[in-house]
Structures are given as C-alpha cells and as structure tokens.
C-alpha cells in the first residue's frame, strides 16, 4: 500500500517562502511509470495542480506558479519537496501530495490513485 504524507509548516507570514515535504512509504518516488505531483485547494476553491517531479526526475510546472515555486526530491529518503517563494494570504491553502499513473497535468482527483491527507497552510502576519 502507497502512503503519502505531507509535512511542513501549518503557518507562514506573507513574503516568507513555505517548503513542504512529501514522504512517500511502500513504494519508491524512482519506479516508472509514476510522476508526483503538488496539489493546493484554497479555502471556497477548486484543486490547482503546482508541478509534478517524475520518476525520472523530470520536473514540470504549472505557469502559474512557475515563477515562485521549485520542486525536488530526495531518493536516498524516498520524499519529494515543494519550496512556494513571497507568499502572500492568497496561498492559504490545503496542500496535498499525490502520485499518478503517467504525466498527468490536471487537478481532477481521479486522475490520481494516491494522495496524501494534505496540510493546512495559513499565510498570516
């Protein structure tokens, strides 16, 4: 059974960065044909997908957040990670983890198999 779980802060002031990490148990980030992706939903808002890392470590970002936000991963601990640079109250947010089946650029949750229970994220002074 594939285990995702999110970590990292539960809040952040505005203009500080937010780095999160995925830990991923009984399976490995490095298995094809798998491709990890960083998924928020904002308070009232639809998913949006941030980027995804596969299992290649090829990282694909959403435009959207191309300019503030860098994904990577750690195989030696099986964890990929999500750094979101200025963050302003807008990136308040659930992030979840989750793993798909190919490259998958969507926020439709059937489009994954996996996800992780997510982290609150609050931007606040």
């Known amino acids: 059974q594939v285990r995702l779980q999110e970590s990292g802060p539960d809040l952040v002031k505005p203009s500080q960065a937010l780095s999160l990490t995925c830990t991923v148990s009984?399976?490995?980030?490095?298995?094809?044909?798998?491709?990890w992706s960083w998924i928020r939903q904002p308070p009232g808002k639809g998913l949006e997908q941030m980027g995804i890392v596969a299992y290649d470590g090829s990282i694909y970002y959403n435009p959207t957040f191309r300019s503030r936000t860098s994904i990577s991963r750690d195989t030696s601990k099986n964890q990929f990670s999500l750094h979101l640079n200025s963050v302003t109250p807008e990136d308040t947010a659930v992030y979840y983890c989750?793993?798909?089946?190919?490259?998958?650029?969507?926020?439709?949750?059937?489009?994954?198999?996996?996800w992780g229970q997510g982290t609150q994220v609050t931007v606040s002074s």
């Open positions: 989750a793993r798909a089946q190919g490259p998958v650029f969507t926020a439709n949750k059937e489009d994954y198999d996996y």
């Open positions: 009984g399976g490995s980030i490095t298995t094809t044909p798998y491709y």
